[in-house]
């Protein structure tokens, strides 16, 4: 959950100027996982290549028929690979699994890349809302999908 947390932090900040807040919500996030883990809902899916961690993605529940896509990342490195949408993928295959009808997520729409994973996974925009946060004026979006 420290590498998750770190590699968020860094990696926003790097690629698009997100301060320290953002490095703190994901530190929730990760807590919130750890603290309340339901493992036959819920899923920290970690990615290693050559024995390095390069991504991760998490499921975790919203109620008993909704499931939430959280935290996807891609190292710049492995970036390319297809990695991403297996990461979603799996996402998609254990939220069928454990018996959820939907899977939802929240992004922002700068984050082109994994909007791109979520469209071709059959993900639906259904909400826009401006917002400001990490230090930016953003469009936060919720994509669902119907499993």
Same mark, same amino acid.
Request: charged share 25%; aromatic share 10%; hydrophobic share 45%.
């Given at each position: ?64 028929? =909704? ?5 996807? $990342?891609? !190292? ?7 990695? %991403?949408?297996? @990461? /979603? ?14 899977? =939802? ?5 700068? $984050?082109? !890349? ?7 996974? %059959?993900?639906? @925009? /259904? ?21």
């Amino acid at each position: 959950m420290g590498w998750v947390t770190h590699r968020h932090g860094v990696l926003y900040a790097q690629e698009y100027g997100w301060d320290e807040r953002f490095e703190a919500l994901v530190a929730q996030i990760t807590a919130d996982f750890i603290n309340h883990y339901k493992p036959e809902r819920e899923r920290c899916i970690i990615a290693e290549m050559n024995g390095e961690i390069v991504g991760s993605v998490f499921v975790v529940q919203s109620s008993e028929t =909704v499931a939430k896509l959280r935290l996807l $990342l891609v !190292e710049p490195k492995a970036r390319g690979f297809g990695l %991403g949408s297996r @990461l /979603v993928q799996e996402c998609i295959t254990f939220a069928r699994h454990a018996g959820y009808k939907k899977l =939802v997520l929240w992004t922002n729409s700068v $984050l082109l !890349e994994a909007r791109h994973i979520y469209a071709k996974a %059959g993900f639906k @925009l /259904v909400e826009q809302e401006e917002h400001h946060s990490f230090g930016k004026d953003l469009i936060g979006e919720t994509w669902e999908l119907v499993l």
